[in-house]
Nanobody
């Protein structure tokens, strides 16, 4: 059974940092791209970062330069280091997996699709991040 478990959310002041973890089981990370998504209150879920098995990262403009996605294959875990957090980063954060060649994540992060929400193979439960001003 494939499982993805996101954790690490919490309450932080603007300008602060958090590190989210996505622990995976039942799949081989080499065969999947892992994406981080978030859903703010009243908004649609959006992809913000993804990483392939070879470690190549991709980001949307709103988090580029502040967030860093990384992978630890030995721990079957993907991390999202979030620095310089802003109140508009407040959201429930999710991780998701798409099997290679990961066409939907590739298209989304190359700007060819507006969304990858409905196209992931597996989703984890979310973790809430609240950034106070």
């Amino acid at each position: 059974e494939v499982q993805l478990q996101a954790s690490g959310g919490g309450l932080v002041q603007a300008g602060g940092s958090l590190r989210l973890s996505c622990v995976t089981s039942g799949l081989t990370l080499d065969n999947y791209a892992i994406g981080w998504f978030r859903q703010a209150p009243g908004k649609e879920r959006e992809g913000i970062a993804c990483i392939s098995g070879d470690g190549s990262p991709f980001y949307v403009d709103s988090v580029k330069g502040r967030f860093t996605i990384s992978i630890d294959n030995a721990k079957n875990t993907v991390y999202l280091q979030m620095n310089s957090l802003k109140p508009e980063d407040t959201a429930v954060y999710y991780c998701a997996a798409e099997s290679y060649p990961a066409p939907y994540l590739t298209a989304y992060f190359s700007g060819k699709r507006d969304s990858a929400n409905g196209d992931m193979d597996f989703w984890g439960k979310g973790t809430l991040v609240t950034v106070s001003s």
